[in-house]
């Protein structure tokens, strides 16, 4: 059996172990160092522990919405998981020593978890719609239906930075363990949206994947974020301008040892 297939089958609890705290410093943003199994056992092992918290996934859409909001960012530094979605925030972290980092797609992670799912018995509940803030009756009425539900996860897919602002304000609303904001992963999994092809992914052009399909949307965000983030990095790695991690934002708590 191959170390790829072996590590699939490890329990929870040892992929929780093999899990690094350390992150990566993309513009002043903490980008969790590690690959697609280890972030699926470190949510298993959450959940296991019963640690309440939520989950961002960013690449550089998110990472720009932090330059242009302190607020959006210590959102995404107080994170209990933040994970490198797009190829260049791995390109970062290899720059910086996390050799082993990979990229963790938002529809990849949530394929993964829920593949775990029924065996060790992990419920969900799916959020996501159109913009539009929620009324007090609609307000009122997730909160019964999540209270009633119990979930172990709330995936949530409002697109970035509106995810993660309604994760960071219903954290302790909702009665959940984790919420997961995954983008676009409803959309791809459901085929409104074409996913990519690998190679594309790999090569860091899904941007230009997704710019095919959705041009009225989307161009504006990624000729602005794309271009914005190439400056700032350059002066990032030439030590130009320095982006500190303040590590009073950073989620307080240890990662989960479900073995003690």
Known sequence: MSSAKLVEYLPAKLEAR???PARANVLGVGVHALDLLQAAGTIEAAIIA??????????VHGVMEAQRSPEFRSILNRAFLVTPDGMPTVWVGKLQGHYY??????????L????????RGYTHFLYGGKPGDLSCAEEASLIRQVSLS???????????PRQERFMWKYLHRLNSTLMIGVGAAFDIHTGRIKDAPSWIKLSGLQWLHRLCQEPSRL????????????AKLALQLFRL?????????????EVPDVNS
């Open 112 to 119: 993964e978890v829920c593949r775990r799912s029924p065996a």
């Open 150 to 160: 119990k979930p172990d996860i709330i995936w949530v897919g409002l697109s970035t």
């Open 18 to 20: 093999s899990f690094s």
């Open 219 to 230: 161009w504006k965000r990624y000729l602005i974020n794309n271009c914005g983030f190439v």
């Open 101 to 110: 980092m990979r990229r963790v797609f938002g529809p990849d992670l949530m």
């Open 50 to 59: 019963g640690r309440k918290g939520y989950v961002c996934v960013t690449g």
């Open 241 to 253: 301008k320095n982006y500190e991690l303040d590590p009073t934002l950073e989620y307080d708590e």
